[in-house]
């Protein structure tokens, strides 16, 4: 889904864009999704409630990924967002020297000092940063919805029958949704 949005799509158009596809929600006026909000979609709350439930330190960890991109933009490593990504899952055990030493190493600041004094208000803030994670991954299943729904009404714009119909529990795979379409005969 998140990679056919217009930022991503090529000069000549030659590709078609994943949302929307309706002219339903093609006329409505505001109605772009970025690619946050694109990839938020993707995310499973089942899931998310799950883990903070089981894994300690689960919501900590995102306070101290913010804290350490805000690191990162301080040494000017903006392609180093998209690695602290990848590495997001290690131990939420670790308190945030341990856990900033092994992402720094990652993207090539090994060694680099880190001003504790200077991070620690920020790292004090964990439950408002934590707060805000839930927020967004509320809002989760309205976005799927949303691109869900502009696909039904593509496919009913071209005569198709369409339904969503879902086909499993959520917990084991949160693309649990089908669309299923069929064309009418005359």
Not at 15 to 20: A, F, K, M, Q
Not at 73 to 99: G, P
Not at 118 to 136: G, K, N
Request: charged residues 25%.
């Amino acid at each position: 889904m998140k990679s056919t949005v217009i930022e991503n799509q090529p000069e000549d158009g030659s590709v078609p864009l994943g949302y929307p596809l309706s002219k339903a929600v093609s006329s409505l006026e505001g109605h772009e999704l970025s690619y946050r909000a694109l990839e938020l979609s993707c995310h499973a709350v089942e899931n998310y409630v799950i883990r903070t439930k089981n894994e300690e330190g689960y919501l900590r960890v995102h306070c101290y990924r913010a804290v350490l991109e805000t690191v990162l933009r301080k040494y000017n490593k903006a392609h180093a967002q998209v690695r602290l990504s990848r590495n997001l899952k290690h131990s939420k055990k670790e308190d945030f020297q341990v856990y900033a030493a092994v992402l720094m190493r990652s993207v090539n600041l090994e060694g680099e000092h880190l001003d504790m004094e200077e991070l620690s208000p920020m790292l004090d803030r964990w439950e408002q940063v934590t707060l805000f994670f839930i927020i967004r991954q509320i809002l989760a299943p309205c976005i799927e919805s949303l691109v869900l729904l502009d696909r039904i009404l593509y496919l009913r714009e071209q005569g198709l029958k369409a339904r969503l119909v879902p086909l499993f529990d959520p917990i084991i795979s949160p693309r649990n949704t089908c669309i299923v379409a069929m064309k009418e005969f005359p």
